[in-house]
């Protein structure tokens, strides 16, 4: 994915999101965590988690072999911080991950969309490495790789591929960085999440129309807010995407507030941008959808009017808080 868009655009890929710089390799556990595959202690990732302390408030962490697991796995609230990562030849990005979690869970044998997770992410404080997850259950239902449901979340060089819901920003502040994004229908979506999405491709599957964003901020109050900053929105290889088959958006609740800048956008990108949630329920009367120096043809067109043009773009500080770089991975931004 990322290597053609850089053959095509090589230039305005550097003008987007500056140089990635190869890292070292993360190919045995750092010192103190417990060990999933290999020569580890742990057959499956639920198992380690399962061992975590839930009472020390000492930092914590689990180191996963190269691997494809296939289960479902669900971090409770701890009272320490954890970091989780996988085996990779190359830290700095996802392109390198040898770690696969996946599962297929979805709402048509699950009660809420939290429950078809295939991470379900409900600690503070978590910060997740170089790890793939997906859900196999494609089109039909929703079924999401990612449910993120606290404060202080990252998730650096890790994949999320499915469908419909695909990452659930849901709750509290989170960052994705230096990684990629696959679906179709609302697939990047939550209520009250607070996210940040740095140098992050976003890659759309073969459909007839999809929705990239469905943010679900309902109130004035309500203080969800998703940026996407620095990013690419491509097909996934391999995949014929009709040309305006994408929106940036949709408002799955009335005060949905979504910003993309200074991101590279190719020609699935429909010119008008954003769309209304269904005929005759548009939902677009107190919307904040807005765009900020975007890149490619996909930014070009005469966008909805109930989208803006910004003449500055959001900061970080604006979404995450003044205080981030106590709890961010900086490394990872561009």
């Known amino acids: 994915m990322f290597s053609t868009f850089i053959l095509l655009l090589s230039a305005a890929a550097a003008a987007v999101a500056g140089p990635i710089q190869p890292r070292a390799a993360r190919t045995s556990p750092p010192p103190g965590c417990l060990v999933v595959g290999g020569s580890g202690q742990y057959r499956t990732v639920q198992s380690a988690v399962d061992a975590l ?13 190269r691997g494809t697991y296939r289960e479902q796995v669900y971090i409770p609230q701890l009272k320490s911080p954890l970091s989780v990562y996988g085996e990779t030849t190359d830290t700095s990005h996802y392109w390198a991950n040898t770690v696969t979690i996946t599962q297929g869970r979805s709402q048509d044998d699950s009660p809420n969309n939290d429950a078809t997770a295939t991470l379900r992410a409900h600690t503070p404080d978590l910060k997740v490495y170089n790890i ?21 979340q990252g998730y650096y060089a890790c994949q999320f591929k499915g469908f419909q819901d695909t990452v659930y920003a849901n709750d509290g502040t989170q960052v994705y960085a230096r990684s990629y994004i696959e679906g179709a229908t609302d697939f990047i979506f939550g ?4 996210a940040w999405f740095d140098g992050v491709d976003i890659a759309v599957v073969a459909a007839s129309t999809g929705y990239i964003t469905a943010n679900g901020r309902d109130s004035s109050s309500n203080p969800s807010y998703f940026v996407i900053n620095r990013s690419s929105i491509t097909a996934r290889q391999g995949d014929v995407v009709n ?9 799955w609740r009335a005060f949905a507030r979504v910003v993309f800048q200074d991101t590279f956008m190719t020609n699935v990108v429909n010119s008008a941008g954003w769309a209304i949630w269904n005929n005759g329920d548009p939902r677009t009367s107190n919307v904040e959808f807005d765009e900020y120096r975007n ?28 205080d ?3 709890w ?3 490394s990872y931004l561009s």
């Open 132 to 152: 793939n997850f997906v859900n196999t259950r494609g089109k039909g239902s929703q079924a999401l790789a990612l449910s993120a449901q606290k404060d202080r």
């Open 53 to 65: 302390s839930k009472t020390s408030t000492s930092p914590q962490c689990i180191f996963i072999y």
């Open 328 to 330: 961010v991975d900086t």
């Open 295 to 322: 890149l490619g043809e996909g930014a070009n067109g005469a966008r909805a009017n109930f989208a803006r043009k910004l003449s500055s773009p959001v900061r970080i500080e604006t979404v995450l808080g003044n």
């Open 191 to 194: 209520q009250r999440g607070k």
């Open 243 to 251: 040309r305006g088959a994408y929106y940036l958006g949709r408002p």
């Open 324 to 326: 981030y770089r106590s």
